[in-house]
């Protein structure tokens, strides 16, 4: 069954601690992507990586880390210097086969900071 | 200005209604457009692309005006289960990357 797969679906997180957002894909996708939601808000780009062992900074970067190793993994962390963390945060993967560059979510994880 | 703008709604409309939403991006170099469909609490997913010449998928037609800088997606004869928000969204050049309008809330009733 192919698809993209997130963990977990809810985290709760205390101030000053990291935590780390898991993405897999079995699509053989090269390129993926984190994007964040807040209530009412369109998606906005965290981290983007084209190909394995490499990622660029997308439009809101600061306090996240990521890594890209391996083809099916695009882990993301969230480090206690993101002054607002609370969010949906969504992973995605880009089909090679579409002209358009079409993305693909996966179902999402729902990090609350207490 | 955001890059790409719509009305957040909500639009309530009753079952059997056609209804239309407008989204405007500000770069003209974009390259693709897309309508994803996003139900509360749950992540967007592809309800079409759309192309120059405008396309249909059913009660589903999107259209694109480069002039202009605007697309638009109309549903017919809406449905119970037409109820979400959905994100009108445009490509970049060659990064990929999407610019994502905060979308547009329907509420189709009984």
Redesign the interface.
Known sequence: DGGITQSPKYLFRKEGQNVTLSCEQNLNHDAMYWYRQDPGQGLRLIYYSQIVNDFQKGDIAEGYSVSREKKESFPLTVTSAQKNPTAFYLCASRDPGSPQGTQYFGPGTRLTVL | RKE?EQD?GPFNVPEGATVAFNCTYSNSAS??F?WYRQDC??????LM?VYSSGNEDGRFTAQLNRASQYISLLIRDSKLSDSATY?CVV?GQN?????????TTLQVKP
Request: net charge positive.
């Open positions: 790409v957040p390259q693709s897309f609490r749950k992540e967007p997913k592809l692309s994100l490509k990064t990929g990357k999407l610019i994502f309008g905060q979308g």
